[in-house]
């Protein structure tokens, strides 16, 4: 079959192509064209090439990196692998990408989109650093066809922080759930009472704030279970270091399992997920989670608060309090088995409704299809 041209997806990981947009790029491949993705090695590039048959383009590229020496040869790195693939189209992906990928994509002429997946440490945090990079994000999404999004509240700080201007925007439903993948299952049955936590090992993810919280909860109900799982080594200014983690695990507070290329194991035995992150876009873990029928408590900040319907399909907390997660978590272990049940099973049926990756990959390849008519009347 002749390919219709490259598309290439830009993200500052392998592992974030694989998890979170394993349905855009097989919806791109199954369409005809030639799928490419451009980012750094990781212990998922092989399953981007092998099990989903895409090319990878290695690219250096680091999260927590502001040399400017070091940024600089990012972006001459992107510009000269953009140059060589001279794709029809470019999605970028995750902050960095955003930024950069949507410079040497202007400076090519190469049509291109952003995705908003949440905001990261730059809107998190403030300083003269952190204000150019957002004037740099402002640069980079006003020569965009389209910034998608994730939550209308990132949305609307991006206007209100002129980000976007003219440019056409798009709110999209996370990076949507593959629902079969992510079949439902029954809570379980038997003690003891488990909470699971997915998540790069972040203190901006909340981290902290689970164990803290698990530390009060255990105190008065000894058997609950903690599971932690994700990776260590994070690219991130507030990666939380692998000592702290251990001392977290020799301390019987939590059980941490590492990072887990396939989560849904983990999901099945636990009764609720949780996520007190102090921002996101939309919390794929917290979708695969209701997917598969399990309530979660998160944090009540943007990202977050959208990805449940608070007392139905899952729980809020406030954001960087331990006590307040502390007593979500508690009365989690005072409701019945039926009332989470129905909780859980409401979360299943909103992700059918609403989540469906299909809607995702359905945008992508729409904004691919305006493409091709330019080229045919050009």
């Known amino acids: ?3 219709k041209g490259s598309v290439v997806l830009v993200s500052n990981s392998s592992w974030y192509l694989y998890n979170f947009r394993r349905g855009t790029l097989l919806g791109l491949r199954d369409a005809g064209y030639r799928v490419i993705g451009l980012a750094p090695f ?12 895409v090319e990878h383009w290695p690219l250096a590229m680091e999260g927590k990196n502001t040399r400017m020496l070091g940024e600089g040869r990012s972006l001459v790195a992107l510009v000269a692998a953009l140059r060589k693939a001279n794709p029809v189209f470019v999605f970028n992906f995750t902050v960095k990408a955003n930024i950069y990928s949507g410079l040497a994509c202007r400076l090519l002429g190469i049509p291109y989109a ?12 403030d300083s003269w650093l952190f204000r150019r990079v957002r004037w740099l994000y402002g640069f980079a999404n006003r020569g965009a066809r389209r910034v998608f999004f994730q939550n209308h509240e990132d949305h609307a700080l991006f206007m209100a922080h002129g980000l976007l201007d003219e440019t056409p925007t798009m709110v999209l439903p996370g990076s949507g759930v593959d629902s079969v993948r992510f079949a439902f299952s029954p809570l379980p049955s038997r003690r003891p009472f488990t909470f699971v936590m997915i998540a790069r090992l972040l203190g901006d993810k909340g981290v902290r704030e689970y164990v803290q919280a698990a530390e009060r909860v255990k105190a008065e109900h000894p058997d609950t279970r903690f599971l932690l799982i994700g990776p260590l080594g994070a690219s ?8 702290e983690v251990y001392a977290w695990q020799a301390a019987g507070v939590v059980e941490y399992q590492g990072e887990q290329q396939d989560v849904r194991p983990w999901i099945k035995q636990a009764q609720v997920l949780v996520l007190p992150s102090y921002r996101e876009g939309m919390p794929r873990t917290v979708l695969e989670a209701a997917a598969m029928g399990r309530p979660a408590i998160v944090s009540d900040v943007p990202g977050c608060r959208q990805s ?7 729980w809020l907390c406030e954001v960087r309090c331990a006590d307040s997660l502390a007593l979500r978590m508690r009365e989690c272990l005072a409701m019945s088995p039926e009332r989470l049940q129905q ?6 049926k ?3 409704q609403e989540f469906d990756e299909r809607l995702v990959v359905t945008a992508a390849l729409g ?12």
């Open 114 to 125: 952003n995705n908003v997946s949440g905001l990261g440490t730059a809107f998190l945090h």
């Open 350 to 352: 909103r992700i059918e």
């Open 42 to 53: 990781d212990d998922y590039t092989y399953r981007l090439v092998e099990e989903l048959g």
């Open 308 to 314: 449940v319907v608070a007392g139905e399909t899952g």
């Open 236 to 243: 991130n200014r507030t990666a939380i270091d692998a000592a």
């Open 367 to 378: 904004l691919l299809s305006d493409v091709d008519v330019e080229c045919w009347a050009g």
């Open 343 to 348: 909780a859980g099973s409401a979360a299943r």
């Open 1 to 3: 079959m002749q390919h």
